[in-house]
């Protein structure tokens, strides 16, 4: 060997490149840096460092043992995982030739099928290397021979490490870690290491002291991959290890997935497996060593896109670290659970997703609590569980209906709907629904909101509005009514006041004797008519809430006595004694003139079915709470069934008795309104007819209201608007 | 009112306005009263308008007015009257069941009494005696 002469110049790195087939290997798959070893060659065998940034160990491998036609090549890992060793008795003729004439630093194979020589030589040698690298081509292939370049690389002007790099890879090889970083351009590194020699021979003697320990791992190492690769095989789910960048292993189910034959995954950049708009989350997956499950879209040979669940995990590997990843297609199904899976539980309805049959494929948590069903126990049944039993039929004859013509459809359109709970009960919703997918991958969508809560305000809102209209048809009804008692109060009294007037007038003119019954008759019925039509109104009056008291304090003991007073001349003319029996002085704050209405009410009915020689007796007694009023007298008596209905309107229970003075039939139903908006209490008792009866009215201390009436004023001069109320 | 000598109005002197757009009501009234009260001089009018022209041109010693009549109403008569001829007494009486007419007779026309037509016709007698000065 004549490798390094004085002449031409110190000795520079030079790149030839050629045709892989000139450099004696066929094109590979992938690309390959080779350094010989030349220490170790001295032994007789050869051994080749060989390192791909694209390809396996074991491909570059198996594609070596073929370049070479050689039976006795043996490999084993190298020290990263893409890097392998190779012994063999003999190296391609065209290496051997160059090997002798200069010092081969290594030879780049491009898988574009360029080899590059990188050689340290002087100018000369760069002549006699040419002369004999050009007499050992094929003397046909004079295309090919055209294409060898010489470049000379000078060795600082051209420096292919940065400083940091260089410095990081001096350390890196000095602590022992052969693991380059994945960055550094292993051809440019070659370049690199040829002007670092020291640091190249560092590297060299550490393989060297490490070999044996390797040697015996190796054997280890293929035993339980041999065992690795068969449990693998078996797995129905793809399996790929990778080093963070290539491929590094995988299973047969792997090359399924993405359609590679098998063996043809190895080496392979892992980015080619993977759709390019995925590559953000693998890469965030490997980078944090993420033990997650996550979707991604890969990408099979051909470049179609598939959609894939992986779970990875890394572990040690060597002096580095490796990832193993098992990897699932996605059904469309499982697809689309994962795409809506998320997006439904963050939703603030009930969210169900059916199937073209449907059947309820995906519901969030919303849907468990307002139905009462746990997920596991809704999955997979027909959507009509979650409607009530009897408009089960016509919703299934709907929603085929409306499979067979999916729109979509708004919250809040279409008819009221009722849904069931799983304990049975219903409730309302408003259910939108937004079909998704093909006309054959067919799947709804649909929203449900109770809205039993919204319907039960807006029923009492609309109840409100209900009152609010009652109020003002009522408030139009009372208007009606009190015009219609001013008008007939009106139009009853004009007429009756001249008749009344005249009769008087007549009467007082001194008419003949024939004259004077006749008139007074008249009178008589006016008055009666009179007392009629002021009863009438009265009882209008009250009905209509428009009795209004006008209270003040009075001595109900003081008012007592006169009403007996203003009867005595009655009475004395009767026969009956009318007397005043226990009498309490009670302040009470009263109507006066209303109350001794009712007064004189229950003495002129006393007075009026009382025979002559008969005893009417008032008494006024003081009770806890209450004040009593009481007129009893020795009169003709009440049966019970009429006592029942004395104070009810229009009932005069002695019909048809002679009596000089017949009512109206509304004092006693005037008394009992008067009473009771003082808050009192009428009432009548009999031991039956023949037995006398006694009436009762109780006033209680407290006035119901604080103020019933607004003054003190009654009609002026003692003059009441209404008759004496039998 | 004292009966001056000389008086031409008649005996007692005294001169009672009504008022009421009825003749029915006017004329019963006056027929009541005349009997009454055969000394007192009774003029009538129709309406308030008609009332006020004649309480403007004669002397009158109590009104007795009707409320509901056509233009101007029985208040606003006896209102007008009242800022006009304070001393002269003033009785409402009326058909109507409204309890706040009275009140508003009181307090506004600041009448002597407010009868209500279904009165006995004695108590009418009764008032107007009572509210002649």
Known sequence: MTKATAGGGPPSIYRVDMPCEEAGFSRPPFDVHLKVLPALAAGGDWTLLAHSS????????????RQTRLEHVRFAPGPAPNVFRATMPALPALWSTVASLVKVHHLDLEADGLAAWFVECTRDQVHALKERLELAVEPGAKAARAEIRWHALPRRSRPVLSRRQFEALSTAVAMGNYELPHHVDLRRLGAAIAGVGRAFDTLKAKLSESRKAQRASAAALKQSEERFRSLADAASEGILIHDGVHIVDCNRAAARIFGYPEGELEGRPIMDLVAPRSRAIVRAHVSAASPEAYELMGMRKGGKEIPLEATGKTFAWGTGTARVVTLREMTRQRQFEHRFQDLVEAAPDAMVIVDGQSRIIIVNAETERMFGYARAELLGQPVELLVPEGTREPHAAQREGYIAHPVKRPMGKGRALSARRKDGTTFPVEISLSPVGSEEDLRVIATVRDISERLSIERERMEAASRRRDFEVLKAADRVKTTFINTAAHELRTPLMPLRTQIHVLLKGMPREDQRAPLEIAQRNLKRLSTLVEDLLLVSKAQAGHLILKSTTADLGKLVTEAVASYAEVARERGIALDIGDLAPVQLHVDELRITQVLTNFLANALKFTSAGGRVTVSVEDREDAVRVTVTDEGIGISPENLARLFEP?????????????????????????????????????LGEGHGATFWFELPKSPPDADQGSGSDHSPDGIGDFGEGR | MSDPAGDVEGQGGQVLLIVDDEPDIRESFQFLLQQAMPHLRIVAARSGHEALEILGSQHVDLVLSDFKMPGMDGLEFLVEARRRWPEMPRIMFTAYADDDLAQRARSEASVSAFLSKNIDPQEIVEAVKKHLP
């Open chain 1, 650 to 686: 229009f009932v005069q229970v002695h019909e048809g008795k002679e009596v000089s003075d017949p009512g109206t039939g509304l004092g006693l139903y005037i008394s009992r309104q008067i009473i009771e908006l003082h808050g009192g209490l009428v009432g009548a008792s009999s």
């Open chain 1, 54 to 65: 694209t390809g396996t160990a074991d491909v570059m491998a198996g594609w070596l043992a």
